[in-house]
């Protein structure tokens, strides 16, 4: 028994060996081959990390840099690739602040063996060292989003071997064509985003293999370059935002052409899109807006069934939309014809893009009705024309997908459309100053549950506004201000926790101040002005909340009573430090109030980029306004005693209206600590003592308005009083040291006929709105008041169509 259980035994653990031998093989052979990092390039890798000033260990990255130390494996770290010898051949790093210049000596150049090289937004400035001229091994080089400069050395030209290289958004000028004639074997070559300069390469006939070509927003100028089109391999190109001239002249296009993707945006070419464009047929996106075409609508462009995405937005074509032969199989799933001078109606052949997904045709002169094969759209802008009614639909609309319905600035009148009711994916709808009727029904609640964004401001609705908030949890923005409404603000407001913007100004609402609107703790504009909001602002046992509140008008309405010297202690917004300095692409939250497009943030926006205020009375269409801009107007109600200490506290404010009330005793001297102060008015109250000699220290403060109450002693020395119309400061007859503004003795004594000479228009003397985008140096890239929220379906390639030059314009009727 004991030698056959020996024998079973050993046969048993030969058997796991030969297992374990057969198991090892098909490991070897499955697993990858390991490399063990060479100790020069080792080295050099730990040298260049240690040629940066931070500590990279420490930085919230993508990348663990800890593993970068003498007691690991390099060709194991994170962005390292080695060959079988050992050698580094790629270097792979996105967004690591290394916040430093590249040096002519650079560890980085001793590797020698490197086909890849990417240093992708990785903070680094100043020049590019010749010395990447001895990596002549890369095939890859992208040093995109960086903030490099100067010019780029001619030593790249010795990196013969470069099949892709993006230099692209960073700060290179200079010019273009002596670094780069020699790259031959490149596939991809990216600098759009910097300065550089004139010419285009003179002859790119030798570059067989280019596929894609990319030199947007650059300072190129000179005639159309149609011997780019010459490349059959080309794929992509991207001559946008620069300063040739037309004709456009594709050339003798082959019908071989690859080409499928065609950006020529913001360009001079002032000349008719030619027919030859309908020879590329596999183009599936292309970008022609804002390059001064004109004429008929170029129907032969959307013969192209391959084509997916069509912008033509800011040109001048005019006449009727004529889609000619289009064939049912088109792609076409996103179509801009914004900003032109189209009239007549929207052709019924539309209903052939079936797989079309969003349609803008904003800004332009089209009338009739909206054809009913539309409702089926993602998304549909049709604002700023002369559409009227509405066809029946053609789809089922619950089941449909419509996200976006732009319809605002029409002719549309009679009541609430209800097919809107049956959207049940809206999340943006529009359908301000136009003429619409009745009352708004309760059936909008059907989508409140995914609305973001409701704008009904200036039509005729009438009527209570229905309680059909309870599911509004994500309503970021609500503007029914400039209709007829009455009654009370529904309570069930309360739920729309995400609420930014609240504006109900020129209806007719009666009913206290909605204090429970202090529990939204994201509401930043308030405006209540022109209703019959009656009684006190403050009442006891009441929290005061609106801690995040950065706008609020209550003006022209009948609110009473006093304020405690601590009401404004909880406004911690406000009482912050801000700077109106502009930040280009901040897509930080903002406000509407207006006819704006919320999406197109990062775009030339195809609304109204100007602004024209009216004065007298007439209420002022918002525009642009600094995202940081703060203000508080409680005009023309009828508070009263003291005006609370605790405003002083508000020191990001930047405009303070309290006039036409009947405020008593001393200004607050707490006002001084406002530094951020532009605007102030607290003309027709009743306020005695002087005025705050350190008001005339406030550096900011350019308009302000002290006239009409019983103010006494001198006029503070300082410059911004000096600056003042006399009108300011009438009506205070012990109100002294006026000479060097009026330019006379004893100025305050006006008689009536001076003082009407003196006093300008009431309504013109301070306008919050007015004075918000009067700001300086903050309205360049200020903010829209309005919420914007971010595409969520725009493809990659709408960000580098779509990032436009700001072109803001602001103009005043005056």
Not at 62 to 72: E, G, H, L, Q, T
Not at 161 to 172: E, G, I, M, P, V
Not at 245 to 252: E, L, M, T
Not at 773 to 787: K, N, S, W
């Amino acid at each position: 028994m004991i030698p056959s259980q020996s024998y079973s035994f050993s046969g048993i653990v030969v058997t796991l060996y030969f297992c374990f031998l057969f198991s090892f093989f098909l490991h070897t052979l499955a697993s990858p081959k390991v490399h063990y990092c060479r100790h020069d390039q080792r080295n050099a890798l730990l040298e260049f990390k240690h040629e940066f000033p931070m500590n990279l260990e420490g930085i919230d990255s993508v990348y663990d840099m800890s593993a970068w130390n003498k007691s690991s494996d390099c060709c194991s770290w994170e962005t390292v690739e080695c060959d079988a010898k050992g050698q580094v051949i790629s270097l792979e790093i996105y967004f690591m602040p290394l916040n430093n210049s590249l040096k002519p000596n650079s560890a980085l150049f001793k590797l020698q063996y490197l086909q890849s090289l990417t240093l992708f937004s990785c903070n680094l400035y100043g020049e590019i060292p010749s010395s990447f001229g001895n990596l002549s091994h890369l095939t890859k080089l992208d040093l995109s989003y960086n903030e490099l400069v100067g010019q780029v050395p001619a030593s790249i030209g010795n990196l013969t071997q470069l099949r892709y290289l993006s230099l692209y958004a960073n700060n290179f000028s200079g010019k273009f064509s002596v670094s780069f004639a020699n790259l031959t074997k490149l596939s991809t070559l990216s600098v759009a985003y910097n300065y550089f300069e004139p010419e285009l390469l003179p002859d790119m006939s030798r570059f067989h293999n280019l596929e894609e070509f990319d030199v947007g927003e650059n300072s190129f100028f000179g005639p159309f370059p149609t011997y780019l089109f010459t490349i059959p391999s080309l794929r992509w190109i991207d001559l946008g935002g620069n300063d040739f001239k037309g004709p456009i002249d594709f050339g003798n296009i082959s019908l071989s052409s690859r080409l499928q993707i065609l950006r020529l945006a913001h360009n001079k070419l002032n000349c008719p899109i030619p027919k030859s464009i309908s020879k590329f047929l596999n183009l599936k996106k292309v970008d022609l807006s804002n390059i001064s075409s004109f004429g008929p609508f170029p129907t032969s462009l959307l013969t192209i069934p391959s084509l997916q995405w069509v912008n033509l937005a800011g040109n001048q074509f005019k006449g009727p939309i004529h889609f000619g032969n289009t064939s049912s199989l088109s792609s076409l799933s996103i179509l801009d014809l914004s900003r032109n001078k189209f009239d007549g109606p929207i052709p019924e052949s539309i209903s052939k893009f079936l797989n079309l997904r969003e349609l803008d045709l904003s800004n332009n002169k089209l009338e009739g009705k909206v054809p009913g094969c539309l409702w089926r759209l993602e998304t549909l802008k049709l604002s700023h024309n002369s559409f009227s009614r509405f066809g029946k639909p053609t789809a089922v609309l619950h089941q449909t997908q419509m996200v976006e319905l732009h319809l605002d600035s029409n002719s549309f009148c009679g009541p609430f459309p209800r097919p809107i009711c049956k959207l049940r994916s809206l999340e943006f709808l529009d359908l301000s100053h136009n003429s619409f009727n009745g009352s708004i029904p309760s059936c909008l609640r059907n989508f409140t549950k995914s609305l973001q964004v409701l704008n009904l401001r200036n039509n005729n609705f009438g009527g209570i506004l229905p309680n059909m908030f309870v599911n509004a949890t994500y309503l970021h923005a609500l503007d029914i201000s400039h209709n007829r409404l009455e009654g009370k603000l529904p309570k069930s407001l309360i739920n729309c926790k995400e609420m930014k913007l609240l504006n109900v100004a020129g209806n007719k609402f009666k009913d206290k101040f909605p204090s429970w609107l202090g529990s939204l703790l994201r509401l930043n504009v308030l405006i209540l002005k022109s209703n019959q909001f009656y009684g006190p602002l403050y009442r006891r046992h009441t929290s005061i909340g609106f801690q995040m509140l950065q706008v609020i008008d209550v003006s022209h309405n009948d609110f009473s009573g006093t304020f405690p010297t601590f009401y404004f202690s909880n406004w911690s917004k406000m009482s912050q430090m801000t700077t109106l300095i502009p930040k280009f692409g901040d897509t930080y939250m903002q406000f509407y109030i207006g006819m704006n497009d919320f999406r197109k943030f990062l775009t030339d926006s195809p609304y109204r980029n100007s602004m024209e205020m009216v004065h007298k009375g007439v209420d002022t269409e918002f525009e642009k306004i600094p995202k940081d801009f703060m203000a508080i107007d409680l005009s023309k109600n009828r508070f009263c005693g003291k005006i609370p200490e605790s405003i002083g506290l508000l020191k990001g404010l930047h405009l303070l209206n309290l006039s036409s009330n009947a405020f008593t005793i001393n200004i607050p001297l707490s006002l001084a600590n406002l530094t951020a102060l532009e605007t102030l008015d607290l003309s027709r109250n009743q306020l005695s003592g002087q005025i705050p000699p350190d008001l005339g220290i406030l550096s900011f403060l350019s308009t302000m308005d002290f006239s009409h109450n019983n103010l006494e002693g001198p006029v503070p020395r300082g410059t911004q009083f000096q600056r003042q119309n006399c009108s300011s400061f009438m009506d205070n007859p012990k109100l002294y040291g006026l000479e060097e503004i009026c330019g006379k003795t004893n100025v305050p004594n006006f008689t009536p006929q001076e003082s009407e000479e003196l006093s300008e228009p009431e309504e013109q003397v301070i306008n919050w709105i007015a004075a918000a985008i009067a700001y300086g140096p903050g309205v360049f890239c200020g903010l829209v008041i309005g919420y914007i929220f971010v595409s969520h379906k725009q493809e990659w390639f709408v960000e580098k169509f779509s990032r436009n030059k700001p072109r803001i314009i602001i103009r005043s009727a005056r």
